[in-house]
């Protein structure tokens, strides 16, 4: 037969069925569905093409299992404890933790301790850890599925916009979101991982669960009117945020904070470079972009502190640990944007998906002010908030109350060295706003 004239494929055969050229996802999704309504396949099928139409658009954070959700063998634990565990479990592969979640050594693959059942006393844990894989919560599923197969990987560790881990991902939850739930027997409810025994009197209790959870759990009867998580009752009861170690008494249980987020200024204007030009996998990565020389100048009076020693990156890790000590966190001003041209200006950049900020500062219960960078990034955050917000310009902060917390807002100049303004001069202004928030005195 002629190359030219090749089999049409599935689609191209479906379309010819049915009336129009489909020009865009929805008109294809439209021609599945009346295929279907002439009985050209099945609902199942259509399920399972409108689930492989939809995936394209999906992120690594639609697919992932939470933080608290991830089962975790400590570096210290023994062969004995971790047999017992993998047995608890039934899973494969572990991720291997330095003290809490955010710090992950590797991946233990189970199936690596058969060598070591007969002679238990050669067991060295750090020697047979997998190396493991970090992504991005907003890494489309499709480019994870794709590095997953080519690198023979089934799980990867997702980090948040802070460079916290905030769950995991494996092969498994990309397939379902493709064919639907893969359901065995080792398959439970997993609604009581976020209620740990500590001990016959005392449980650990995740902020986010369900107060229904609760209830049903120890018997109690707590409303949800005006709360749905068992956080949001501590705060209720409280009337303000916890501190760590704080303990409150309701009704028949008594609370103790275990962790409280000490985070109190956000920071949007993100919009990176392309790729190629990034010098690490963290924000402001363009070692032509003044963000972490402006942060240098400001709380160490060094403009280099945070550029490594070459003078071609930055120092990564420093300046992740000193955002977290510091209570500074970053996000992107949007989850997704069309780039007109091949750079980061303000005006080459279409705004398609806002970021969702009644999301991002319910994680981040202490945090009473924002900061934007560049104009593009304070007209997005301005259409979140409420009309009556007083917008911010430099040197004269703005305010607001969303969702029945106060905001500060901050605009503060670019740290691109576009913007025609001297390094010490942007200087200044971000450390009159740290101050303010009381981050530096």
């Known amino acids: 037969m002629d190359d030219s004239q090749s089999k049409p494929n599935f689609f191209e055969r479906l379309i010819s069925r049915l009336s129009g050229e489909p020009d865009s996802a929805e008109d294809v999704v439209n021609l599945l569905r009346q295929a279907h309504e002439q009985e050209v396949f099945d609902a199942d099928t259509l399920f399972r093409l409108e689930k492989v139409l939809d995936f394209a658009e999906l992120e690594v954070r639609d697919a992932m299992i939470t933080r608290s959700q991830m089962n975790v063998i400590k570096e210290n634990d023994?062969?004995?404890?971790?047999?017992?565990?993998?047995?608890?479990?039934?899973?494969?592969?572990?991720?291997?933790?330095?003290?809490?979640?955010?710090?992950?050594?590797?991946?233990?693959?189970?199936?690596?301790?058969?060598?070591?059942?007969?002679?238990?006393?050669?067991?060295?844990?750090?020697?047979?850890?997998?190396?493991?894989?970090?992504?991005?919560?907003?890494?489309?599923?499709?480019?994870?599925?794709?590095?997953?197969?080519?690198?023979?990987?089934?799980?990867a560790i997702v980090i948040d916009e802070y460079g916290g881990v905030s769950g995991l991902v494996t092969f498994e939850d990309i397939i379902e979101q493709i064919v639907g739930d893969i359901e065995d027997e080792f398959d439970e409810d997993e609604s009581a991982d976020n209620i740990h025994a500590v001990s016959a009197e005392r449980w650990r209790i995740n902020a986010v669960t369900e107060i229904e959870d609760v209830n049903a759990f120890f018997g109690t009867d707590y409303s949800d009117e005006e709360a749905d998580t068992i956080g949001g009752l501590v705060i209720q009861e409280l009337g303000r945020l916890p501190v760590r170690g704080e303990k409150v008494v309701v009704g028949p249980l008594q609370f103790t904070v275990a962790r409280a987020d000490k985070r109190r200024l956000h920071m949007l204007g993100s919009f990176p470079p392309p790729r190629e030009r990034w010098k690490m996998d963290f924000y402001y990565p363009n070692i032509q972009n003044d963000m972490w020389r402006i942060f240098g100048l400001v709380f160490f009076n060094d403009r280099e502190h945070f550029v490594s020693a070459d003078g071609k990156g930055f120092r990564e890790a420093a300046i992740r640990d000193f955002l977290g000590d510091k209570g500074i966190a970053i996000s992107d001003t949007a989850h997704r944007i069309r780039r007109l041209q091949g750079n980061a200006a303000d005006k080459s950049l279409q705004i398609l998906e806002p970021l969702e900020l009644a999301a991002l500062l319910a994680r981040l219960p202490r945090c009473h002010a924002i900061l934007t960078t560049g104009e593009l990034a304070t007209r997005t955050l301005l259409t979140l908030l409420p009309p009556d917000a007083i917008a911010p310009a430099i040197g004269k902060p703005g305010r607001a109350v969303f969702q029945q917390r106060t905001l500060q807002l901050y605009r503060l100049p670019s740290s691109s060295r576009a913007y025609p303004l001297a390094l010490a001069k942007k200087a200044e202004s971000y450390r009159a706003c740290f101050a303010a928030v009381g981050l530096i005195p």
């Open 78 to 155: 023994g062969i004995d404890r971790i047999v017992a565990y993998i047995i608890e479990t039934s899973h494969s592969r572990f991720p291997v933790i330095s003290g809490d979640k955010d710090e992950v050594l590797g991946i233990l693959h189970a199936k690596d301790l058969l060598k070591f059942m007969a002679n238990p006393e050669q067991f060295n844990l750090q020697n047979i850890l997998r190396p493991a894989v970090f992504v991005p919560e907003g890494k489309s599923l499709n480019s994870l599925l794709k590095e997953l197969r080519e690198q023979r990987n089934h799980m």
